[in-house]
C-alpha cells in the first residue's frame, strides 16, 4: 500500500437515512462465554447476519420487525421481541442442547475432517467436483452488462469528532449520520464514483474485454492519484477459486481445496431459496493470524453451485490498515443447472489500528450483473484491437443516461453526495486539507492557474561525497491527468562542488490508439551510473545510490553526466512496446579518486578521461495482464501482478558526431512476481547481457552493488559500487515474502503480526582482456577490474517485515569472494513503507 492511503484520512466528511429497525448486542453461552458466528436474522425474513469472534453482531432493516431469532448449532434456538425500533446493547444467553445431523453431533470448536463424520465435508467435496461447470464456466463465450459503484465515508462519527477544530466551517456535513448494516458504526459518505460496463468473454482462448460506457465521480474528478487508488483497492475475485486475493493479499477461499485444513464448517441448516433447495453451511478459520475468513454460505442440493456467500475477514488476520472487510455476492438461477452471480458488495474498513472504537474510513463497493448473453463468438481481433483510448463522453454522461444504466437506484444518502461534494468544494478550509493530501499522495504542489505542478518534493534535498548538500528545485506541466504533451525539468546545486545541475524533459502524445509517442531532452548532472545493469535511458532518473545521505564507505564514484535523447515510442499491441532513441553521452570522472581513464591513442597524452558516445537503440517491452489507467501521455498502473519483459539493443557508433568506440550491447530482463497460494509472494528478476566491441569502463556493464543502509531490490547489498564489472552477465534473483505465515505459527511472536522474507540472489560475469587492458592506464585512483568469471558470486538475506507496520530490516550475508580486499561479510539494511 502507498502513502496514498493515508491521505484519505484527510479528505473524507456526509448525508443519509434512517433504517426501520435497528439491533445490536452480544451472545453468549451459559458459562459467560461469547458464541462466535452464531445466527441472528429478523423472524419471517432473510436479513440476517452471524456474530464476530467476540459474539457481537449488529444488524439492521428498512422494515420494521418485532422479533429476532438467536441460534447456533447445539444450543436452543431463541426468539427475542423488540418493542423498538431502536434495540442496542443487547445480551442473549443460549443454552446448550444436544444436535444430531445425519447421525452426528455437532459441537461448536474444532470439526471433524473427515467426510464419513462431518455432513458439510461431504457437500464441500461435491462443490469441488462441480465447481469447474458452474457460472460462466459452462460457456464458450459470454457477455454481460456491469454496473458498479464504489462509495467512500468517515466512520466512527461522533460528537468529540463533530466538534473538533478539523471540520470547524463544515459543520453542514453532519446535518444526517447514518449507521452501517454491517458494523453498525455511523458513517459519513464523502466520495462515490459509478461505472457501466460491457464486458465480453471467451473461454476458449481465455481472454476477456471491458467496454467502459459511462463514468460518473464526486468529490476529487479531478485528481487522478486518488482515484487510481480508490480504483485498485478492489480486485475481480472468484469465490471458486482456492485464493482470493485482497490488499496485496492471498486468502484461503472457504471453497479452496485446501479448506479443510484452514477452517472448521457445520452444517447450520436447509431451506428453499427462489424454490431452490439449498444447505447452509458455516465455517470459521481453526488458527489466528493467518489470512481467513468466517461466515457462512447456501448451496444448492443437486448442482452444488453457490446460491448466497457471506464472508468477513478474521479481526486476527495479519494485515494492515484494515480493520473489517466483509463481503456478500448472490447468485441468480438462470435456470435447473445455471446459477450466475448477481450482486457483489465489498466493504473496507480502513483505520489505523484494530480497536473497537477507533475512527476510520469505510470503502464500499457494490457491483451487479444482468443481460447475459451466451455463446456468441467473437472474431480474435476483437478483444485485441482497442489498445488504450479515452473517450471524453464516456465521463459527461447525461442524468437520462444513468437512470437507465442503474442497475440499482442510488439511495437519498447517495443523491445527497453530489450535492454536498458542491457546497464542500466551495469552503476555504476543505480545499487546504484536499491541496495537502493532494500533495502527499502525488508529491507536487499544484498550481492550477498556471497549469503547473511544483516537485517532486521528496527529491528537493540529497547528499553525496561529491556535491555534498544538494539542494533541488522542479516542476512540470499539468493541464489534467490525461495531458497529450507535458514538460518538466529540474535545477539542482551542490554545495561542496559548487555547480549547478540540470535537466529538462518533453514528451507529445501524436496517436492515442497506437499511443505514439516522440520525446526527448538533456540533462547535465552527477550519477552513480553502476546502480543498474539492464535500464532504459531516462533523461531525468536518479538513482538512489547518487543521493544516499549514509554508505557503507565512501560514496565518491560518481560520474559527470551530459546526455541529450531523443526518440519516440509505440504500442501496436496492448502492453507491448516499441520504443526506439538515440542519444549521446558525455562521460567524465566526477571525483579526484575516481578514474575513468582509458588508452587512448589519437591523444596527445595517449590517455583520455572523457568518453563522448553516440548510441542508438532499440528496445522491446511487453507486460502481460498489465492494466493502466489514464489516457494522456503519461498513465499508472493499477496492478503490479504481471510479468515484465525487457529486450534492448543498443549500437554505439563512433561515425556519428565524432563519438570514440564501435561497439554492440544486447541485454534481456524477465520480472515475474508469483503469488504461491497461502504461502505468499515470490518475485523473480533474471537479467542477462553482452557487449560486443572493445569499451572503456564508463560504457562496460557494473554489477550493482549496494552501499546504502536501504534494501533495494535487483541490487547486491555486500558488494561494493564497482566491486565487480562485466561486458558478458547473467543475473539472478528470488525473493520471498511469506506474509506472516511463519511467524504467525510461532506462539511468541504471532501477536506481532511480523512477516518473513527470504531472498537469495546471484551473478556471474565475465570481462575480456581486451576490455580490461583498454583502461588499465596506470592512474593513482585506478582500480583493477574483476568479473565474478571464476564461480557465481551469490548472497542471501533473511528479512523481517511490518515492524511497527511500516519497517522492514534485511540481514544480508556475502556467500563467497569473502577473500576480496574490505570484503563486507555482514551487513544490515531497511525500509520503510505503507503495506498492507
Request: hydrophobic share 35%.
Amino acid at each position: 500500500m502507498k502513502l496514498r492511503l493515508l491521505v484519505l484520512y484527510l479528505l473524507f466528511g456526509c448525508f443519509t437515512a434512517l433504517a426501520q429497525t435497528k439491533v445490536s448486542g452480544y451472545v453468549f453461552d451459559g458459562n459467560n462465554d461469547p458464541i462466535p458466528f452464531a445466527n441472528i436474522i429478523f423472524k419471517g425474513s432473510t436479513e440476517g447476519t452471524i456474530t464476530n469472534e467476540d459474539g457481537r453482531f449488529y444488524l439492521e432493516s428498512d422494515e420494521t420487525w418485532d422479533t429476532l431469532i438467536v441460534s447456533f448449532v447445539g444450543f436452543e434456538t431463541l426468539e427475542v421481541p423488540l418493542d423498538k425500533r431502536v434495540n442496542y446493547n443487547l445480551n442473549f444467553v443460549l443454552k446448550e442442547e444436544a444436535a444430531s445431523l445425519d447421525e452426528v453431533v455437532i459441537t461448536t470448536g474444532k470439526q471433524s475432517k473427515k467426510a464419513s463424520e462431518n455432513p458439510a465435508i461431504r457437500i464441500l467435496k461435491k462443490i469441488w467436483d462441480r465447481k469447474r461447470k458452474n457460472g460462466l464456466n459452462q460457456f464458450q463465450q459470454y457477455e454481460y452488462d456491469q454496473y458498479e459503484k464504489v462509495e467512500f465515508d468517515i466512520n466512527t462519527i461522533d460528537s468529540a469528532l463533530i466538534k473538533s477544530k478539523l471540520f470547524k466551517g463544515m459543520e453542514f456535513v453532519f446535518e444526517k449520520v447514518d449507521t452501517s448494516s454491517v458494523t453498525g458504526k455511523t458513517y459519513l459518505p464523502i466520495f462515490l464514483n459509478e461505472s457501466v460496463k460491457k464486458v465480453y468473454g471467451d473461454n476458449v482462448t481465455n481472454k476477456k474485454r471491458e467496454d467502459l460506457v459511462g463514468n460518473k465521480n464526486s468529490g476529487f474528478s479531478n485528481n487522478q492519484v486518488i482515484i487510481d487508488f480508490i480504483d485498485d483497492l478492489y480486485s475481480d475475485y472468484n469465490i471458486y477459486d482456492n485464493y482470493l486475493k485482497f490488499f496485496d493479499k492471498s486468502f484461503v477461499s472457504p471453497l479452496s481445496r485446501t479448506g479443510i485444513q484452514t477452517y472448521n464448517y457445520v452444517l447450520s441448516d436447509s431451506a428453499y431459496i427462489d424454490n431452490k433447495w439449498c444447505y447452509n453451511i458455516i465455517y470459521y478459520p481453526r488458527r489466528k493470524n493467518e489470512l481467513t475468513f468466517k461466515g457462512d454460505f447456501w448451496v444448492n442440493d443437486s448442482t452444488y453451485a453457490i446460491k448466497e456467500i457471506n464472508l468477513q475477514a478474521s479481526k486476527s488476520a495479519n494485515i494492515n490498515w484494515v480493520k473489517e472487510i466483509y463481503i456478500e455476492q448472490e447468485f441468480e438461477v438462470l435456470n435447473d443447472s445455471v446459477f450466475l452471480i448477481k450482486r457483489d458488495y465489498f466493504l473496507s474498513d480502513f483505520a489505523l489500528n484494530k480497536k473497537e472504537k477507533s475512527r476510520g474510513v469505510y470503502g464500499k463497493r457494490t457491483t451487479l450483473y444482468d443481460n447475459y448473453k451466451f455463446n456468441q463468438s467473437k472474431d480474435r481481433k476483437f478483444y485485441d484491437k482497442v489498445v488504450y483510448n479515452y473517450d471524453a463522453d464516456v465521463y459527461n454522461r447525461e442524468d437520462d443516461f444513468w437512470e437507465k444504466n442503474r442497475l440499482e437506484a442510488l439511495n437519498k444518502d447517495e443523491k445527497g453526495i453530489y450535492k454536498m461534494l458542491d457546497t464542500l468544494k466551495t469552503v476555504r478550509k476543505f480545499k487546504t486539507l484536499y491541496n495537502i493530501g493532494s500533495i502527499l499522495a502525488s508529491g507536487y504542489i499544484e498550481f492550477p492557474s498556471i497549469n503547473f505542478d511544483y516537485g517532486p518534493i521528496f527529491s528537493t534535498v540529497g547528499f553525496n561525497d561529491v556535491e555534498g548538500l544538494r539542494l533541488r528545485t522542479g516542476g512540470r506541466t499539468y493541464f489534467g491527468q490525461n495531458d497529450l504533451w507535458r514538460l518538466e525539468g529540474f535545477l539542482a546545486y551542490g554545495f561542496r562542488d559548487d555547480k549547478f545541475k540540470y535537466g529538462i524533459s518533453g514528451k507529445w502524445l501524436l496517436d492515442k490508439r497506437s499511443r505514439l509517442t516522440i520525446f526527448g531532452g538533456q540533462r547535465r548532472d552527477i550519477e552513480q551510473i553502476g546502480a543498474s545493469l539492464t535500464s532504459s535511458t531516462d533523461v531525468l532518473g536518479r538513482s538512489l545510490a547518487s543521493n544516499a545521505v549514509f554508505t557503507a564507505g565512501a560514496n565518491d564514484r560518481l560520474t559527470n553526466i551530459s546526455l541529450t535523447n531523443f526518440g519516440f515510442s509505440l504500442e501496436p499491441l496492448r502492453n507491448f512496446e516499441i520504443r526506439l532513441d538515440g542519444s549521446f553521452r558525455q562521460l567524465r570522472s566526477a571525483s579526484p579518486t575516481f578514474s575513468l581513464d582509458y588508452n587512448d591513442p589519437g591523444s596527445s597524452t595517449g590517455i583520455s578521461s572523457e568518453v563522448n558516445q553516440f548510441e542508438s537503440r532499440l528496445a522491446l517491452s511487453f507486460f502481460p495482464k498489465r492494466q493502466m489507467t489514464g489516457f494522456g501521455v503519461e498513465r499508472k498502473e493499477k496492478n503490479d501482478d504481471f510479468a515484465r519483459l525487457f529486450a534492448q539493443v543498443t549500437r554505439g557508433d563512433r561515425n556519428w558526431f565524432n563519438s570514440d568506440f564501435d561497439y554492440t550491447k544486447l541485454q534481456f530482463s524477465y520480472i515475474q512476481p508469483w503469488q504461491v497460494g497461502g504461502f505468499g509472494r515470490l518475485v523473480t528478476s533474471v537479467e542477462a547481457g553482452k557487449t560486443f566491441g572493445e569499451v572503456p569502463l564508463a560504457l562496460l556493464s557494473v554489477v550493482p552493488g549496494n552501499q546504502t543502509f536501504f534494501s533495494i531490490y535487483n541490487t547486491f547489498s555486500q558488494l561494493d559500487w564497482y566491486e565487480f564489472v562485466t561486458d558478458t552477465y547473467t543475473s539472478l534473483h528470488l525473493e520471498h515474502n511469506f506474509n506472516g505465515r511463519l511467524f504467525s505459527r510461532i506462539p511468541f511472536l504471532k501477536k506481532y503480526n511480523l512477516r518473513a522474507i527470504a531472498s537469495i540472489r546471484g551473478v556471474w560475469g565475465e570481462l575480456s582482456d581486451e576490455n580490461i587492458a583498454l583502461s588499465t592506464t596506470g592512474n593513482p585512483v585506478e582500480f583493477p577490474l574483476i568479473a565474478p568469471d571464476t564461480r557465481v558470486y551469490y548472497e542471501y538475506s533473511f528479512g523481517v517485515a511490518n515492524i511497527f507496520k511500516i519497517l522492514r530490516i534485511d540481514f544480508n550475508f556475502r556467500g563467497n569472494y569473502l577473500d576480496a580486499p574490505d570484503a563486507r561479510r555482514f551487513g544490515v539494511t531497511g525500509s520503510f513503507g505503507f503495506f498492507f
